[in-house]
């Protein structure tokens, strides 16, 4: 059986592209890396953990974890804790080229197969009442940079150079890759 390891409703969209044959069972453990470590290592040691998690507790089935975390100027950006956190955020973005990192683990046979895939995307000048205005509407809490580029966040959004699906959490084309190579399609 093939695993899920999130409660995310894009990760599950974007699994469902590759396969709609797969499960979900969220990792509940503390999201923990060492926060030393590089964005890309980072967030990938994060997809690692989840996975593992996971996989832990089922394994005779192939369980994918990923994480996504947004970087800009050296600066880990996951989810904002409150409204001041996203527009400290989505202040820091405005203007800028930032990167998208997403984290994906494969955990199968007992064997971990791992990789980060970056997706740069750049913000326009946003003004104080364009980033208010998009917290109030609430989208900005449960999503890494205090965007999702799929919903109103695409307003905010000048350009990318990337994987588009990679921005949203799950890069899929190359898991479609990998999960070909493990023959887990």
Do not use: C, W
């Not at 369980?63 to 996504?68: P, R, W």
């Not at 800009?72 to 996951?78: M, S």
């Not at 904002?80 to 994906?104: C, I």
């Not at 990337?162 to 887990?184: A, H, Q, S, W």
């Amino acid at each position: 059986m093939l695993i899920l390891a999130s409660k995310s409703p894009r990760r599950k969209e974007l699994l469902s592209i590759i396969t709609p044959d797969f499960e979900i069972i969220p990792a509940v453990g503390e999201e923990n890396a060492d926060p030393a470590l590089p964005p890309e290592k980072f967030v990938e040691a994060l997809a690692i953990a989840k996975a593992e998690e996971v996989a832990a507790s089922h394994p005779y089935d192939t369980i994918i974890g990923s994480d996504t975390v947004v970087a800009v100027n050296g600066e880990i950006l996951g989810k904002p804790r409150d409204k001041a956190d996203a527009f400290r955020m989505l202040s820091l973005l405005s203007g800028t080229k930032h990167s998208v990192f997403t984290g994906v683990a494969v955990v199968k046979d007992g064997k971990t197969h791992s990789f980060t895939e970056e997706t740069k995307v750049k913000f326009f000048d946003l003004s104080e009442k364009e980033i208010n205005d998009y917290i109030a509407t609430g989208e900005p809490f449960d999503k890494a940079g205090a965007y999702g580029i799929q919903e109103l966040g695409a307003l905010l959004v000048e350009g990318i150079d990337g994987d588009y699906y990679n921005v949203m959490g799950l890069p899929t084309g190359r898991l479609f890759r990998l999960m070909k190579k493990l023959e887990i399609i």
